[in-house]
């Protein structure tokens, strides 16, 4: 069966700090990858997401990037964080057909 | 007006009632449709996919009506687990457009 990782949990960052979230997946070969953001009381923004070994695209504009530098690895990074960055992160894996499946996620608190 | 539009509630309705949820969606090309249940502070987790042809699974039915590009999600019998906000999902170009979710609360 197919599972998927992500770490840290929760993270506590000051403003102007680097970021790196990475997130793995098992048990599947070629997935897409997707990042989301969820905000405190809202509903998921999509970040990113990638169809194979180093494609991105980039959904939103902002000071966020992504890379995919293995078939089943997905790393969210930002040179400087911003208050604004705060928020659940959430990896999701799927296959061609539709539907994702999400990781546990990283709470992030920019202070 | 956003792609995936839903009632936030809450809905608050008391153990083994029944209680539906509507969603509308915008963008006629979207291909796949689904309900996802998120826990507070948890991941979304897929519930059940919805087809033209309308699906059940245990307690829940899920229907499609592609004229009038609305879903909808109905749960028989509810329990105190059911308490969740509930996503309804489309799919297009292999992304999913998430509606703001519907928070249903199961009273005893």
């Known amino acids: 069966s197919q599972t998927i990782h992500q770490w840290p949990a929760t993270l506590v960052q000051p403003v102007g700090s680097p970021l790196s979230l990475e997130c793995t997946v098992e048990g599947t070969s070629n997935p897409n990858l997707y990042w989301y953001r969820q905000a405190a009381g809202r509903g998921l923004q999509l970040l990113f997401y990638?169809?194979?070994?180093?494609?991105i695209s980039s959904e939103v504009p902002q000071n966020l990037s992504a890379s995919r530098p293995q078939d089943r690895q997905f790393i969210l990074s930002s040179k400087k964080l911003l208050l604004s960055d705060s928020g659940f992160y959430l990896c999701?894996?799927?296959?061609?057909?539709?539907?994702?499946?999400f990781g546990p996620g990283t709470r992030l608190t920019v202070t | 007006r956003k792609e995936v539009e839903q009632d936030p509630g809450p809905f608050n309705v008391p153990e083994g009632a029944t209680v539906a949820f509507n969603c509308t969606y915008s963008?006629?090309?979207?291909?796949?449709f689904f309900w996802y249940r998120q826990d507070c502070r948890k991941e979304p987790k897929l519930l059940m996919s919805?087809?033209?042809s309308g699906n059940e699974d245990g307690r829940f039915t899920a229907q499609l009506n592609r004229a009038s590009q609305y879903i909808s999600l109905l749960i028989r019998d509810s329990k105190l687990s059911d308490s969740a906000t509930y996503l309804c999902v489309v799919s297009r170009a292999q992304k999913l457009v998430f509606g703001q979710g519907t928070r249903l609360t199961i009273n005893p």
């Open positions: 999701a894996w799927s296959r061609q057909t539709g539907e994702q499946y």
């Open positions: 990638s169809v194979g070994i180093g494609q």
């Open positions: 919805v087809y033209s």
């Open positions: 963008n006629s090309a979207s291909q796949s």
